[in-house]
């Protein structure tokens, strides 16, 4: 009986550490509610009164309500309306930052359905100045998470940009 109890314990314990090594090894990356780079953090739809986005290579532009700062050096832009942030966007060229169910840039569009089923995945067809025939938007909801999407840029089948953001956010948003 001893040694069953010991068992449990060591049981318990190892996956403590299993599950908090997880934890630690998630240092750059995307959800549905925030992103985590370089030991900093933000939530969607918390308000940010001093946010310290003057270093260098560090973009700010300002369209009415919204601001967008965006980070060159790292592929992050991050839209804040009236101070609360509302989107997220990862570049392509950023390849360091995971969504939490490890999808990242550069992978197959196959990945995102494997990795969100269950999921509600739409499929839509980009359809920009540069777009081609084969750019589309992929935009996945959680049935529990009612005020943020993520969405994935897909062109010729790879992902080429990730976005989390507050649902029905648009930037017209911005003008009023």
Do not use: P, W
Request: hydrophobic letters at 35%; aromatic letters at 12%.
């Amino acid at each position: 009986m001893i040694f069953i109890f010991i068992f449990v314990l060591f049981s318990i314990a190892l996956s403590a550490c299993v599950y908090s090594k997880a934890i630690s090894d998630k240092k750059n990356y995307l959800d549905f509610n925030s992103i985590n780079f370089e030991g900093k953090s933000y939530l969607l739809g918390n308000k940010y009164l001093d946010v310290n986005f003057s270093l260098k290579g560090i973009a700010k532009d300002e369209i009415g309500s919204c601001t967008t700062f965006s980070d060159i050096d790292n592929g992050i832009s991050y839209t804040f309306n009236k101070k609360k942030l509302v989107e997220i966007l990862i570049k392509n060229e950023n390849k360091s930052i995971y969504t939490s169910k490890k999808i990242r840039n550069g992978m197959n569009v196959k990945e995102i359905y494997k990795s969100y089923e269950g999921y509600e995945i739409k499929k839509m067809k980009s359809e920009g100045v540069g777009d081609s025939q084969d750019d589309f938007t992929y935009t996945v909801t959680d049935n529990l998470q009612k005020n943020n999407i993520l969405i994935f840029d897909v062109v010729h089948g790879e992902i080429q940009g990730m976005h989390a953001g507050k649902r029905g956010f648009d930037l017209s948003d911005c003008e009023e």
